[in-house]
């Protein structure tokens, strides 16, 4: 399976803003904007100059794509599936990012970034309505319960993530229950309680050239 090897903070200083792809590493001084806020390569900081209005399109979507660690195709392909989709293209298009399990998982606070939930939903650590699933791009729904498998609970990045998050704000689309290792997907994710800060309609008219 193809995926990014590269340092994933030259990500975030490519965009110019943190996509937080490293956890608490990004609310650190450690973080590579805070430290480093220049596009990466050898002639970063002498870059200099407006975009075009292609170039702001493009990197609106790869903003996007940076922050929900999607690769290039399978972006295509969520896109084409939000144009088939009544409502508004772009906020669809959030709307299935959202709903993938990896994301599912880092915003349940069972991981510390999305990277980190992408392996722990690999290596077979969660059930999805009673069933482990192993597939980061699995599509929740409203009413999916999502649980950690009972070996699972005392591994360290789940516990420590756990503690980390329990203070973070959980979207309103996610329900925790009584036991912290049992959640619930209660609603579709609306663009209206998400926290990112993108400009979906430039996205559309990327793709609509």
């Known amino acids: 399976m193809a995926r990014y090897t590269e340092a994933v903070c ?5 965009e110019g803003m943190k996509l937080f792809l490293k956890g ?3 609310l650190s001084p450690k973080c590579a ?14 870059k200099k100059g407006k975009l075009s209005e292609y170039g702001i399109q493009l990197r609106e979507k790869q903003k996007l ?11 295509e392909n969520y896109y084409e599936k939000a144009v088939r989709q009544k409502g508004v293209t772009g906020e669809n298009l959030i709307r299935l990012l959202e709903r993938r399990l990896d994301n599912v998982i880092y915003r349940l606070g069972y991981a510390l970034s999305r990277v980190e939930a992408r392996q722990l939903v ?3 650590h969660f059930k999805v309505n009673g069933r482990i699933v192993n597939i980061p791009s699995y599509l929740t729904k409203a009413g999916d319960e999502i649980e950690v498998i009972e070996k699972s609970k005392d591994i360290v990045p789940i516990k420590a993530a756990i503690e980390v998050c329990k203070e973070r704000p959980l979207p309103a689309w996610l329900q925790r229950g009584d036991e912290v290792f049992k959640s619930r997907v ?3 994710p609306t663009r209206e309680n998400l926290d990112i800060v993108i400009d979906d309609s430039l ?6 050239r």
């Open 203 to 208: 996205i559309t008219e990327y793709y609509s």
């Open 24 to 26: 608490e590493r990004c």
């Open 10 to 14: 030259r990500k975030c200083r490519r």
């Open 65 to 75: 794509r940076g922050i929900y660690g999607v690769l290039e195709k399978q972006f």
């Open 186 to 188: 209660i609603a579709e």
């Open 122 to 124: 690999s290596h077979r």
């Open 33 to 46: 904007i805070e430290k480093r806020n220049i596009i990466p390569g050898q002639h970063g900081h002498t």
